[in-house]
């Protein structure tokens, strides 16, 4: 018989996102016919519930607490899928015009409690799991597993009426789990929550609603259920803390509601969820059918018989495991055996996506925003760059005005610590080019950093203005610099000459040279950056090159008496300052040259360090092959230190085998060193060429022994290459296939 016209209130106990409770929910609001609705939610976030008709889910409820500059800054989400029984609870309100409110403790109380991050829909400080409880009383291991197949999978069943309400057995289930797993007090903040869910009743029924549905989590039925005291409810929120809080609504995506994100309440598989609620019939069918779908794109051959075999194998293996219908895990297996015919790795691509099945939801222009906010939509439609929660590749000109906008917006939300993009590195293209590579992935989380942000300004422009300012503020030298490169690329000019003005500030009462050559290159990047872009780099050139000349001033002591590890370092940011002295120019770089002439001679600079300079003065011509060879000889001759010897050789060979390949000057200077050893001295130096070439990869290695073999065939080194005595070389030859294992034959073709 119908409940339709009996009164009272009804408390429907939910898993926050699963498509069985879902429309158990529906079904019963239906039946009930309430006048009132109460869905768990922060209370204070009831002026928003009139928006609810247009967004489109995933959505979630953004709760924020703005704070001050520098102050501690706090948000919560309330997170929201078609398949969320609360959702469906507000839809069915909005679409039959009664009353609907949220219940929980408003958000300005739960902002303020130390630890609530997931805005009430995690477990809280609850001392067991309950559906872990339920399902070892049901003889399963895994409480999806059991939760999935009493609640989630229940209305999946074809050809049957419609299952009972589930809601009964929820409450007394939970009644007895909390008995025996939290027979104590509650914490303070969950006994809180329930009590104002018990007072946000009262209110509805002192307001003449005569049918009550409250929609909340399973583990607070009891705790609804029971009739405290008015006046000891609200003893216990009486002096709750509170913060200044706003709220608003905000695009989500499945992928936030995964499990695997870290969210409290999240599910194992949202697609999974997701298509069980929204399809009309034969959900396992489907399921398989779009995964023989994918692989079909792909270029696999799946068929119709695939998809049934695939079911047939899913039915099967739920028989023999005494589940009532397949699950995820019997068409994930399915997928494998039948569909990618034992393929892991194939399984797996399909699995990423149909389980997660991201998509983005979506809010109306109506919904209340911050200024930065409304900012940021409006240059999103004007560039053409909607956010999107799959990543993508974008690559853009810098020679063309939308891609110049377009990477300065992207800059500046990275200024804010908005990580809409992330720059990618692109080895192919050197530096200065025209272009920018970035990845783009709209995460959820976003809108909240967005909100955060706006404390700095009203405008992406001012607020990423503003935040590089009070950065500046803070930042030592290297900071700095790096900071004036970002500032060019986001286009941020005023910021900029604030930061170069700290910068000179700050290089006045340094002395370390070591700072000043890691503060070098982001500032001779930036210069050549602006160049690229047309914009004006004279003040970027101006403070590299005085941070330059500081360095060409105190290279000398900077570098003597180093560490072998710290010669390494050195060794990197000599290379690095010797680029950006050729992107700077003029006489700072004729200064650079100086110096590293001056450095060469020095006594007291490590090997790996002087190895790298005379390869530095050698490839700019700046050393003749006659002297080089001579200091080479010498740096690595029988009285030298072996370890410094060794280091010397791998600092000037650079790390780089294939240099020896393509630089045929470089190959006959080393050619011609060995060759003019003698015996001990080239017994004492092979074990460093050794080390040396050890750090090359196999292909260099190989390369390098290729262009060895016809130096011999070379004009000015032919008359070196004795003939070839095969006579004595057939006994070596023998002795190495011997060690190799393998048949030797003779000169005269003997075995």
């Not at 074809?158 to 007090?185: C, K, L, Q, Y």
């Not at 990423?464 to 286009?491: M, Q, S």
């Not at 650079?592 to 011509?621: F, N, Y």
């Amino acid at each position: 018989m119908s409940r339709r016209h009996q009164g009272g209130v009804r408390v429907l106990g939910v898993r926050h996102h699963g498509p069985g409770s879902a429309r158990a929910v529906r079904a019963e609001l239906e039946d009930f016919a309430p006048d009132a609705v109460l869905v768990e939610g922060p209370s204070d976030a009831d002026p928003l519930l009139s928006l609810v008709g247009g967004l489109e889910p995933p959505v979630a409820l953004l709760a924020h607490a703005p704070g001050g500059r520098g102050g501690p800054r706090r948000s919560a989400f309330w997170p929201f899928a078609s398949f969320s029984p609360e959702w469906q609870a507000l839809h069915y309100a909005h679409e039959h015009g009664c009353d609907v409110r949220f219940c929980d403790l408003p958000a300005s109380v739960s902002l303020a409690v130390e630890g609530d991050g997931d805005g009430g829909n995690g477990k809280g400080a609850r001392p067991a799991d309950p559906l872990a409880e339920l399902a070892a009383a049901a003889g399963y291991d895994d409480a999806e597993r059991w939760w999935d197949d009493t609640v989630e999978h229940r209305s999946r069943e074809r050809g049957s009426a419609p299952p009972p309400s589930p809601f009964a057995a929820i409450a007394e289930a939970m009644t007895e789990v909390r008995a025996r797993t939290a027979p104590g007090p509650l914490p303070l903040h969950e006994a809180s929550r329930e009590a104002h869910m018990r007072r946000t009743v009262r209110s509805a029924l002192r307001a003449g609603h005569a049918r009550i549905a409250v929609v909340c989590g399973a583990w607070h039925v009891p705790a609804l259920l029971e009739r405290p005291k008015a006046a000891d409810d609200a003893a216990l929120l009486r002096r709750l803390p509170r913060v200044t809080a706003e709220t608003t609504w905000i695009p989500w995506s499945h992928g936030r509601l995964s499990a695997s994100s870290g969210y409290g309440a999240g599910v194992r598989a949202p697609g999974w969820y997701h298509h069980l609620f929204t399809a009309p019939d034969r959900p396992l069918e489907r399921w398989l059918s779009e995964a023989a779908r994918l692989l079909r794109a792909e270029g696999e051959h799946v068929s119709t018989a695939h998809v049934i075999e695939g079911v047939r194998l899913c039915e099967a293996l739920a028989a023999l495991r005494g589940r009532p219908l397949p699950g995820l895990d019997e068409a994930g297996e399915a997928v494998v055996s039948v569909l990618c015919e034992g393929s892991a790795l194939k399984a797996e691509r399909v699995r990423a996506a149909m389980e997660t099945a991201e998509r983005l939801g979506r809010v109306p222009l109506s919904v209340p925003r911050v200024p930065l906010q409304r900012d940021l939509e409006a240059q999103q439609r004007r560039l053409r760059l909607r956010p999107e929660a799959e990543p993508r590749d974008l690559d853009l000109d810098l020679r063309e005005e939308n891609g110049r906008a377009r990477s300065a917006l992207l800059h500046r939300l990275r200024m804010l610590d908005v990580d809409w993009g992330v720059p990618l590195a692109d080895p192919v293209r050197v530096l200065g080019s025209f272009h920018e590579r970035w990845r783009l992935a709209w995460l959820p989380e976003m809108e909240a950093a967005v909100v955060d942000a706006s404390l700095w300004g009203t405008d992406v422009a001012s607020a990423a203005d503003a935040r590089t300012r009070e950065r500046a503020a803070h930042a030592g030298l290297t900071d700095l610099t790096a900071l004036a490169e970002r500032c060019l690329k986001a286009g941020l000019d005023g910021a900029l000459e604030a930061v170069l003005d700290r910068a000179s500030a700050r290089a006045a009462h340094v002395a370390d040279t070591a700072a000043f050559m890691d503060a070098v290159p982001p500032l001779a990047r930036a210069a050549r950056y602006g160049d690229v872009r047309g914009t004006g780099s004279a003040p970027l050139r101006r403070v590299a090159a005085m941070l330059l000349d500081r360095v060409c001033a105190g290279i000398g002591p900077a570098v003597s008496g180093l560490s072998e590890e710290a010669a390494a370092g050195m060794c990197g940011a000599v290379e690095a300052v010797h680029r950006s002295a050729a992107l700077i120019g003029g006489a700072s770089e004729r200064s650079w040259w100086e110096a590293l002439v001056r450095l060469s001679t020095r006594t007291g600079v490590p090997g790996l360090v002087a190895g790298r300079v005379h390869r530095l003065l050698r490839d700019g011509g700046r050393l003749d092959d006659g002297e080089l060879l001579r200091r080479l000889s010498r740096a690595v001759s029988r009285g030298s230190d072996p370890q410094r010897a060794a280091a010397w050789i791998t600092g000037f060979l650079g790390g780089e085998g294939l240099v020896l390949v393509h630089d045929e000057g470089l190959l006959h200077l080393v050619d011609e060193w060995l060759c003019g050893l003698d015996g001990e001295s080239f017994d004492a130096v092979l074990p460093l060429l050794r080390r040396t070439f050890g750090g090359f990869s196999n292909g260099e290695r190989r390369a390098i022994a290729q262009r060895v073999r016809t130096i011999g065939a070379d004009p000015r080194t032919a008359s070196r290459a004795p003939e070839a005595d095969l006579d004595r070389a057939s006994a070596a030859m023998a002795t190495a296939a011997l060690l190799l294992d393998r048949e030797t034959s003779t000169t005269s073709g003997e075995p």
